[in-house]
């Protein structure tokens, strides 16, 4: 067996420690909706609560956790805020994951 090239190695560790947050926000359920709904465009705290269903406290954490993960930026607009997307190009990570996602019973 051939030993590992130690710079590849140290370059796929560093990418894990880039990606692993924005993945642990993206493993929510809830956070996910979130991310798939923004790609039409900015929402609201309350536009979002009404997608899904989740209290407005629960909206706002997992709003942070998705800045925090840089996946989202607010927009002051009014008395609230409207989030967006940090990446048009997130469009593009739905329907990869679309595409890994195994297939329902009695589909081919």
Request: charge should be negative; proline fraction near 6%; aromatic fraction near 4%.
């Amino acid at each position: 067996m051939a030993e590992p090239d130690l710079a590849e190695v140290e370059r796929c560790r560093a990418l894990a420690v880039q990606w692993a947050p924005v993945l642990q926000a993206l493993g929510n359920p809830d956070r996910l909706l979130i991310v798939l709904w923004l790609t039409d465009g900015a929402q609201s705290v309350r536009e979002l609560q009404a997608v899904t269903g989740l209290p407005q406290s629960t909206v706002s954490y997992h709003l942070g956790h998705l800045r925090d993960a840089g996946l989202v930026t607010a927009e002051a607009e009014g008395r609230s805020n409207r989030y967006r997307l940090r990446s048009p190009d997130l469009d593009r990570v739905a329907t990869m994951l679309g595409a890994l996602a195994p297939a329902t019973p009695g589909e081919d």
